[in-house]
């Protein structure tokens, strides 16, 4: 993984977590309820445990999602069948288990899409144009990251079509296409300063600097690293 992906904007490629005393009694509570509740009810525990041990235990997530997979069939009920299916998508993405991932992303997706669950549709599209960018399939990770920016677009969506166009930007960036990704990385930038999210216009400042790097200028690439090094500071981002 390049560093320019650590900087993609999505919270995905931590793996090491640490478990408080507090989550630990909160995920003992829930283990307990699991074994009380009714079968609709389990699937949401069964969901909430997985996302506990998402960073953790992967294994052990993937355990909690395909239990409550199973309920959630049982009864039939489609938006928390495609839950599981994007949950676990997700969890194989993060261990490079792209094929795995990409086939329970589709599943989901075509739910979502069904139902008309936009945020989610953006989500998972995200998510599969990752995926295919992963392993260097770069026009099939071009069209779903364009068509979650698309959807994120019309949604209003501003914080998401920030996120779709550092994606992009990153395709083109692992093309050797510099001046294209500058341009969706600038674009990134202005719309994550008007969503106002600190954190995004911090990554953002980041991977413009690496731009122009490659560049070769590095007094550009100094300024908008210094930017980002001063927010990632005033949000205490080590």
Known sequence: M???DNFIGISIFCLLFNFSYAQQREIDSLKILLRQAPEFEKITINYLLASK??????????????????LA??????????KAYNSIGNLNFISGKYN?????????LKIFEAHRLNKSTIACLQYIGLAYNEQGMFDKAMNYSMQAMQLAQSSHDKYSTAVSMMMIGS?????LDYDKALFYFQQALHKMEDAGDQQGISDALNNVALIYEKKKDFDKA?????????MAEELKDK
């Open 222 to 230: 100094l300024e908008y690293h210094l930017r980002s090094l001063k």
């Open 171 to 175: 395709i083109y960036y692992a093309k």
């Open 73 to 82: 069939e049982n009864i039939n009920n489609d938006t928390l069948i495609a």
């Open 100 to 108: 795995e991932a990409i086939d329970y992303l589709f599943r989901a």
């Open 53 to 70: 041990y998402e960073k953790s235990l992967p294994d052990t997530a993937l355990a909690y999602y395909e239990e409550g997979l199973k």
């Open 2 to 4: 390049s560093r320019i």
